[in-house]
Every structure is written in C-alpha cells, then in structure tokens.
C-alpha cells in the first residue's frame, strides 16, 4: 500500500499576492484588506501565503504577517513564473491593456500598426485588443484598483508573452521597481548617494 505523498505547487494567485505585497512599506494588510483590494477571499490569501512561504518566496514574522523575499521572487519571475504560468493567447475582444499597450511600457516599446494590442478580457475594458490571459481571473478588478500593482503586472505580462526586446526592458523596469519599493523611506538608495 503506497501513501499520497503531498506535493504543494504555486498557483496563479499566488504571484498577484506576493506582487502586491511588495507594495507594501509597513506591515502588511490584513488578509481580509488583501482579499477585498485582490478580488479574492481570505481564504485565498492566507493560501497564497502558505505556498508562497513553503516556498521560500515570502516569510511569516511571529505574528503571522507575511513579507516577500524579494531576491527569490526576482528570480522566480525573471526565470521561472513564465514557464510556470505561460501566456495563453485568445480571441480579439475588449478589455484592459497588457505588456507592450500599458504603463509602465506604452510608449516605449513601437509594436506593428496591424498587430492588435494584448488586453486581458474585462466587460468595462475600453481597448480593443488581442486577449492575453491574465494570472488569474480576479486580476482586471484588481489592476484597477491598484495602478501600482497594475504596472507591476504588466511588466510580469510582458517577461512572459513579449518578444526578446519587450522582455529586456520589461526586466529592467522590474528589477528597479522591487528594488525601489524595498527601501524603507527615508533611507538614501545607491542612486540618491552616488
């Protein structure tokens, strides 16, 4: 007689959780404050961190507040979320735009004049677009609640969906935006002493 052997695996809300939790400066919200800003419930969350923690991709202090450990979460987007969470591609339809179309990369990146933008499906969505199927469903709501995390998954978008030159800037802006957001206030980043 063999036992089931438990095997734990990341889901796709798990990423939107831990890019959230980046934002945060202080302590981190409470799960209820998390779910209701994520489009998730509780449960949900405090799932997201378990995973997240086995892990080693957040930590929980005695309290059992989350916080992400941001150098393995670095990595895990740049070389392994796109693999673990590939692009999936759909029809052409209305929505939110994605990689290349929204900040923080509108404007930087020149994309075909007949090649339709990458949108995630939204019932409010304004742009017509190529649909490009967010992390998670619950992700549009959430975007639009949050520009911050917005951005931080437009650019996930496109370091998984975009051509070479899309991810190259894509992982730029990235990394300066986790290593912005981990310095406390107050204190000089190497950019600010030099």
């Known amino acids: 007689m063999s036992r089931a052997y438990p095997q734990v695996a990341l889901r796709p809300q798990d990423l939107v959780v831990l890019l959230r939790l980046t934002l945060q400066a202080?302590?981190?919200?409470?799960?209820?404050?998390?779910?209701?800003?994520?489009?998730?419930?509780?449960?949900?969350?405090?799932?997201?961190?378990?995973?997240?923690?086995l892990a080693q991709l957040a930590r929980k202090d005695a309290k059992g507040k989350p916080s992400v450990v941001r150098e393995a979460l670095r990595l895990f987007v740049l070389h392994g979320a796109r693999?673990?969470?590939p692009a999936v591609r759909g029809e052409i339809t209305r929505?939110?735009?994605?990689?290349?179309?929204?900040?923080?990369l509108a404007g930087r990146i020149v994309a075909?004049?007949?090649?339709?933008?990458?949108?995630?499906?939204?019932?409010?969505?304004?742009?017509r677009g190529a649909t490009l199927h967010p992390l998670y469903p619950s992700v549009p709501q959430a975007a639009q609640r949050n520009p911050a995390?917005?951005?931080?998954?437009?650019?996930?978008?496109?370091i998984r969906a975009g051509s070479p030159r899309e991810r190259a800037l894509a992982i730029d802006l990235f990394e300066r935006q986790l290593a912005a957001q981990s310095v406390p206030a107050g204190i000089p980043t190497q950019a600010q002493t030099a």
Not at 95 to 104: E, I, M, R
Not at 116 to 122: E, G, H, Y
Request: charged letters at 15%.
């Open 149 to 158: 995390l917005y951005e931080l998954l437009v650019l996930f978008d496109a």
């Open 95 to 104: 929505g939110l735009p994605t990689g290349y179309a929204a900040a923080p």
């Open 112 to 127: 075909p004049a007949d090649e339709p933008p990458p949108i995630w499906p939204d019932k409010n969505g304004t742009t």
């Open 83 to 85: 693999y673990a969470f």
């Open 26 to 53: 202080g302590p981190a919200p409470s799960y209820a404050d998390l779910a209701a800003e994520l489009v998730l419930t509780a449960s949900e969350v405090h799932a997201a961190v378990e995973r997240a923690a």
